[in-house]
């Protein structure tokens, strides 16, 4: 197991303590929203930097896999289903379609799995928009029930009603993610994942089958996109195409580039600083997206490990400035 310095543990204990602390200094609804979605976008991202950073594989249909999720528990809370039995389920059918699509767009490489993903995120976003029976169509799904309070003895039920719970149960689902995440990365199944992603010939000639490990790396990034689109849907209320279109995947790809690929901070970095930044630029209106472009392309340029591995650099830099 690999373990940190002390400086980097303090680090990652003040920012746990300002998480579990911000109901308190963020009194404004609206940031309070924002950082509530950051929370749940940072669970898809990680789930696509598994793919993507770890194993390798560019999929452009985590935004499909999100939505499903988001469609899964929409369709099933509003049938009068529990919310806790909706979003486990919903989350297996996002990884079981995964496992569908993996099959047989695993078997190509390089940018023909890119495109392979992408056209069945296209194809899913239009049946969301024109599936009215199911879907709503582009009117999407209203009123989508939130979670059943959580009964805990003695001090009677946790009710989801207000902001507060439900930021601390998506607070709750981005740290287990994070976890379970660490976990499987720092085991010897995550150094098949890096071993597939550095040099496929050479891992299948020391026993590594990497077709096997790219689906399973695939169905759980998908399960882990389902579970933030379902999270995402009774959080919000309501779930319309948006929510599975491609646009949705390009964000969550710009907030993995920018946050740092093949790190397990980069994500949650990158889902917070982005949405932020955006917020902050709104007052000049289409013209943010200039700014933001440059610095996509100057990110990508001069730190193409993200802001994660751009501190780090800077880390060993310092270090290195020490010992001389």
Same mark, same amino acid.
């Given at each position: ?68 999720? !988001?469609? =899964? ?7 009068? /289903? *529990? +919310?806790?039995? %909706?979003?486990?389920? @919903?989350? $297996? ?111 299948? !000639?020391? =026993? ?7 689906? /399973? *790396? +695939?169905?759980? %990034?998908?399960?882990? @996109?389902? $579970? ?97």
């Amino acid at each position: 197991m690999f373990t940190k310095p002390v400086h980097t543990r303090l680090l990652y204990a003040a920012i746990l303590i300002a998480a579990l602390t911000l109901p308190w200094y963020v009194p404004d609804a609206y940031i309070f929203q924002i950082v509530t979605m950051s929370l749940l976008f940072a669970i898809a991202v990680s789930g696509m930097n598994l793919i993507i950073g770890f194993t390798g594989q560019a999929s452009l249909a985590h935004g499909a896999f999100f939505g499903i999720g !988001a469609y =899964g528990v929409a369709i099933m809370t509003k049938a009068g /289903i *529990s +919310f806790w039995l %909706a979003l486990p389920a @919903a989350a $297996l059918v996002s990884a079981f379609i995964g496992f569908l699509v993996g099959l047989p767009s695993l078997r190509t490489r390089g940018s023909y799995f890119a495109i392979v993903t992408l056209c069945f995120g296209v194809i899913l976003w239009i049946v969301a928009g024109n599936w009215i029976e199911l879907t709503g169509g582009h009117n999407g799904i209203f009123g989508i029930p939130r979670p059943s309070p959580i009964p805990v003895p003695v001090f009677g039920s946790i009710e989801f009603f207000t902001q507060t719970p439900l930021y601390y149960l998506a607070l709750a689902a981005l740290l287990l993610t994070i976890f379970v995440l660490r976990r499987l990365v720092y085991s010897v199944f995550g150094l098949s994942l890096m071993a597939v992603r550095n040099n496929e010939p050479l891992a299948d !000639a020391v =026993g590594i089958n990497p077709f096997a490990t790219k689906l /399973i *790396s +695939f169905v759980i %990034a998908n399960f882990i @996109a389902g $579970l933030a689109g379902g999270m995402y849907a009774a959080i919000i209320g309501a779930v319309s195409p948006s929510a599975a279109g491609y646009m949705m995947t390009f964000n969550f790809l710009i907030y993995l580039i920018l946050g740092g690929m093949a790190t397990l901070s980069g994500p949650v970095v990158g889902a917070f600083a982005i949405p932020v930044v955006m917020e902050f630029m709104q007052f000049l209106g289409d013209f943010r997206m200039l700014i933001f472009g440059a610095l996509l392309v100057f990110v990508i340029i001069y730190f193409p490990q993200g802001f994660v591995g751009g501190l780090r650099q800077l880390n060993q830099k310092v270090a290195a400035w020490r010992q001389q």
